[in-house]
C-alpha cells in the first residue's frame, strides 16, 4: 500500500459544486502539504500544515481550505468549483527531522476537471 | 528562493550519461540545491540535494560549481525508465520543507 494515499484519483464535477480532496499518510509525518499541478507547467504550493493546530497558506491559496483533521490526515477542499481550478492535485509529507533533506513523499495525484 | 533555470527539454541515448544544466546564479550561501524527478503524471520523487560539495547516491550524482551558481545532475548510465520531467530546486533551510517548483527539464531517454 501506498505510503500516501489521496482520493478521488479522478473526479469530474460541475461548477459551483463543492469538493473535496483527502489525503492520508502512514509516514508518521507532521507535515503535510497540497500542491496543484497544471498541463505543463511545474507544481505550485497551494496549503500547507506542520502539525494538526497548524495550517499555512502557499502560493495559490484562493478558492481553497483546508483541514488538518489528525496527524494522518490533510483535507483540500473546493466550495465552490470553478473551470480554472481543473488541474493535477497532490498530496505530500515530509519530516521536520530530515528538512534539509528537502525530502517530500507524494501520493500520486488526484486529477480533477471542472465542467 | 534564488530562482533556478533550466532547458526546456534534452535527449538522451539508452546506456549514455544524462547531464541536465541548472543555472541558479543568484543562490545564497545558505541555499541548498534540490533535484526532483516525475514520470509521466506520477508524483514528483525526491533524487539528490546538495549545499557545496558534490554528491552521489544510488540513482545520480549532483555536481556543484565552486561558485554554487550552477550545477548538474548526471544519470551515469540513462535508461528508458528515466524519461521524465526534472526539478532542479534551490530553498533555504528552515523552510518547513516547502518547496517551489519551476517547469524542468523533459528529459527523453531514446533506444
Known amino acids: 500500500d501506498a505510503d500516501v494515499t489521496q482520493t478521488p484519483r479522478n473526479r469530474i464535477t460541475k461548477t459551483g459544486k463543492r469538493i473535496m480532496l483527502e489525503c492520508s499518510q502512514t509516514?508518521?509525518?507532521?507535515?503535510m502539504y497540497w500542491y496543484r499541478q497544471d498541463p505543463g507547467l511545474g507544481l505550485q504550493l497551494i496549503y500547507y500544515s506542520f502539525d494538526v493546530k497548524d495550517i499555512n497558506k502557499g502560493e495559490i491559496s484562493d478558492g481553497y481550505s483546508v483541514s488538518r483533521q489528525a496527524q494522518a490526515k490533510f483535507s483540500l477542499s473546493l466550495e465552490s468549483a470553478i473551470p480554472n481550478q481543473t488541474a493535477l492535485y497532490f498530496c505530500?509529507?515530509?519530516?521536520?527531522?530530515?528538512?534539509?533533506?528537502?525530502?517530500?513523499?507524494f501520493g500520486e495525484g488526484s486529477r480533477l476537471t471542472v465542467l | 528562493d534564488a530562482k533556478t533555470t533550466q532547458p526546456t527539454s534534452m535527449d538522451c541515448a539508452e546506456g549514455r550519461a544524462a547531464n541536465l544544466p541548472c543555472n541558479h546564479s543568484?543562490?545564497?550561501?545558505?541555499?541548498?540545491v534540490y533535484w526532483y524527478r516525475q514520470i509521466h503524471s506520477q508524483g514528483p520523487q525526491y533524487i539528490i540535494h546538495g549545499l557545496k560539495n558534490n554528491e552521489t547516491n544510488e540513482m545520480a550524482s549532483l555536481i556543484i560549481t565552486e561558485d554554487r551558481k550552477s550545477s548538474t545532475l548526471i544519470l551515469p548510465h540513462a535508461t528508458l525508465r528515466d524519461t521524465a520531467v526534472y526539478y532542479c530546486?534551490?530553498?533555504?533551510?528552515?523552510?518547513?520543507?516547502?518547496?517551489?517548483f519551476g517547469q524542468g527539464t523533459e528529459l527523453s531517454v531514446k533506444p
Open positions: 543568484t543562490i545564497s550561501g545558505n541555499e541548498y
Open positions: 530546486i534551490v530553498r533555504a533551510p528552515n523552510q518547513g520543507g516547502k518547496l517551489i
Open positions: 509516514k508518521g509525518h507532521d507535515r
Open positions: 505530500a509529507t515530509s519530516d521536520p527531522g530530515t528538512e534539509n533533506t528537502g525530502e517530500l513523499f
